[in-house]
Structures are given as C-alpha cells and as structure tokens.
C-alpha cells in the first residue's frame, strides 16, 4: 500500500523578502514606507530648528491677539477690535458662500447648456457652442475682474435715487437697490426673534449661534424627511402597480408648511432698504450685497457651467440614442424624455468629472482678493499673515482648510454618486 506524504515546507528565511514573489511586494512597501517617514521626520525636525535659530518658533498664539482690520462683507457680527482667529472664521464662510452658491448655479447653468448644445435648433445649439467656447478658454481671473468692471462702471451710484430729478429707482416694488457699489436686499427680520446662543462666552473669540435659523432648519429638515416619506411609498405602490402617484404638490406642502408655521411664529419680516436725503449714505436698511461677492459669484458660475455643459453633454451622448427611441415609441414627450430617463442614466457619467468642477471652483474661489472679497486667503492668507509674520503657520492652516473642504465635497458627490449607481439583480 503506498502512502501519499506532503512536501515539507521550505523554512523561512531572510532572503525570501527580497526573492520570494509572496513577500517581495510587502517587503518594498515597508521600506518605501519607512523611507518616507524618515524623511518627513527630517524634514519637520529641519523646518522647527531653522525657525528656532531665527527667533521663530511655530506658535499659533497671535490667534487670540486683535485682527485690527475690518471686513466689509459677513455673515456674522464682526469688528476691528476681535481677535485674528475670528477674523479666519468669518474668511472662511465667505469662502464657503461662495463656493455653495457658485456650484449651485454653475450645475444649473451647466445642466441647462449642455441640453441646449444637443438641441435641434441650429441656432440655439451654436449660440451655447460660442458660450462654451468663450468662457472656457479665457482665465477665470480675467472674468473676474471684468465682471467686477461691468458692475462698477454700468451700474447707477447711491446718490443718483436721491434729489429732485433721481436719474435711478428702485426695482420690485422699492425693495432692491442696484448700485455701482454693491445691491441693497430686503433684511429678514423676527419680530419675536429666540435670540442667539452663545458659545465660548463673551470673550473676543465669541460665536453666536442664531435660534430662529436653527429653528428653520429643523423644520425644513422635518418636512423633506416626510417628503422622503411620501415619495418612497410612491415608489412601492410603481413597482406593484406600474402606475406612480402624482407628488410633486403634496411634497412641496409638505417641506414648506413646517418652513412657514415656523416663519409665522416667530413674526417674519422683511425690512427693506430706504431712501434717505443724506446724500453721504443715501440708502439705509436691508442687506447690502457687495459687489465683489456678485462679481466673484458670477464669473466663477459661468466660468465653471462651460465645463459643466460639456461633461452634461458627453454624459447624455454617452446613452443609447435607443432609449430615446424606445421612450417616444411609448408617448412619452421629449422634455420628459430627458428628464425621466436620460438624464437619470447620464448621471452615472457625469457625477464623477463633476467632482473634479466642483473642486475647481471652490479652490479658484481663492483669487477673491483681486476684487477685494475678503475670504479666507484674503483673510488668514493676507492681512494675517502679513501683520504677524506667521506665514508658515498661516500657510498650513490655509492648505489644511481647503483640504478640508475639498476632501468634504468629494465625500458627500461621491456618497451621491453610489446612491445613484446601477445595481445588477
């Protein structure tokens, strides 16, 4: 009878890091590794000596001392005499303003060209074709700084709606004001307001937290979790039927009637800005909008949509013009052809490019200081950096913020982007 025995295995050895297939890759990794922490170490033990020998060592300690400079445009309470870290905070939502708003429009923009160029009309998909062409191939800077241009030298000066014979008037009902030096908007007030939390006292790095908007953004967050509701149980009753109930009303009154009991009790107004015969401030109230902001909101918008338009439209070239076939072959009208099931489709092609816009835009938000919009590099970058002499801290913090906010983009298009992936049964 024969006895099958197995081989005896080949004791380890040292030399099977480098020789035997199973470890090599492992052994380069570590090595590659470990040479790249060697030299990070060396040069941050480098970089913190030569700092020392200077007399400046990394200290983030001029963070509590006084900005001692002004910002024309926020969101929140500021003043000359707060300290440089809230100064850097109030940088940082005007750069997230304008980065929200500006991939707000440029998607809309974007989305809304890139149908058009496909359009049958010889003249409309030129006319988006001239569109593309022009804004994607002159620098956005340039764009910026005309935009700015346009505002100033187009618009009306606050002192032209006051006097005997004004030459400018006030548009939508003496509400909104349009000058050279930036828009006048209704001021959203409450009259039985819930007041501000504070946080971190009163002291110079105080933040004030707004209950009414938190208050409104609960209630919006409850009605679009009903809408949720009602639109998933519409799904259920598609798929056992074939024919989808109607919610498009029913889930707007259910997101905005929260919004507006919410609006109601706490005495929502709106105080508009007012004429005055002080021809030094010739308009009083509401909200100012600076124009620095619109100039850096539109040319950022239109510059980034040239690029959204073309990625919409290989998306849409990308599906099967049989689907389109198919669709008009059941009745279905073009206009919700593509709303229904060609778009749908192309957003599988197009979320990934789009990330990569997004991105852009929010880091092209940085050339803000050319029109004098103080965002964060306008802020920590700049007039921080320059009165303290901290430029490799400011520096850091400044890459660690836009890291930040980029790696939290990508996160929330990319969770977006599996929500919406084509799963096989």
Not at 345 to 351: P, T, Y
Request: charge should be positive; include cysteine; aromatic fraction near 8%.
């Amino acid at each position: 009878m024969t006895t099958i025995t197995e081989a005896p295995r080949a004791q380890f050895r040292l030399s099977m890091l480098l020789y035997d297939t199973r470890y090599r890759s492992g052994t380069i990794q570590i090595i590659a590794l470990f040479g790249f922490v060697l030299m990070a170490g060396w040069l941050i033990s480098n970089t913190m000596n030569n700092l020392a020998a200077l007399g400046k060592p990394i200290d983030f300690g001029f963070f509590a001392e006084p900005a001692s400079y002004d910002i024309n445009q926020r969101l929140l309470d500021y003043n000359s005499r707060d300290t440089h870290l809230r100064a850097a905070f109030i940088g940082l939502l005007n750069t997230l303003v304008v980065a929200v708003l500006g991939c707000i429009t440029a998607t809309v923009l974007g989305v809304l060209i890139g149908v058009l160029r496909l359009s049958k009309n010889w003249l409309v998909a030129r006319l988006m074709t001239i569109y593309v062409e022009l804004f994607r191939n002159v620098p956005v800077l340039l764009w910026i700084v005309f935009t700015m241009a346009i505002l100033i030298e187009s618009l009306p000066q606050p002192r032209d709606f006051i006097g005997d014979a004004p030459t400018a008037f006030m548009g939508l009902f003496n509400s909104i004001a349009a000058t050279n030096q930036g828009t006048w908007l209704p001021e959203v007030l409450f009259s039985r307001s819930l007041g501000n939390l504070h946080l971190f006292g009163e002291a110079r790095l105080r933040f004030d937290v707004s209950l009414d908007l938190v208050a409104i953004l609960v209630a919006l967050g409850i009605g679009i979790f009903g809408a949720r509701i009602v639109s998933r149980r519409a799904e259920r009753i598609q798929s056992e039927t074939g024919v989808r109930p109607k919610t498009g009303i029913i889930n707007f009154l259910i997101i905005a009637l929260p919004v507006l009991v919410v609006l109601v009790a706490l005495g929502f107004y709106l105080d508009g800005p007012h004429l005055t015969t002080r021809k030094l401030k010739p308009i009083e109230g509401g909200t100012l909008i600076r124009n620095s902001l619109i100039a850096l909101w539109l040319a950022l918008s239109l510059y980034t949509a040239a690029f959204i338009a073309e990625i919409v439209r290989a998306g849409i070239m990308a599906i099967s013009h049989g689907q389109t076939e198919a669709a008009a072959a059941l009745g279905i009208r073009p206009g919700r052809i593509m709303r229904l099931v060609i778009l749908p489709q192309a957003l599988r092609v197009i979320i990934p490019p789009l990330i990569s816009n997004y991105l852009n835009l929010t880091k092209n938000s940085s050339l803000a200081i050319a029109v004098g919009y103080m965002d964060i590099t306008g802020t920590l970058g700049g007039i921080t950096l320059n009165q303290t002499g901290r430029e490799l801290e400011c520096i850091l913090l400044l890459m660690l913020v836009y890291l930040s906010i980029s790696l939290s983009i990508s996160a929330v298009m990319n969770w977006y982007n599996e929500s919406v992936k084509l799963r096989e049964r």
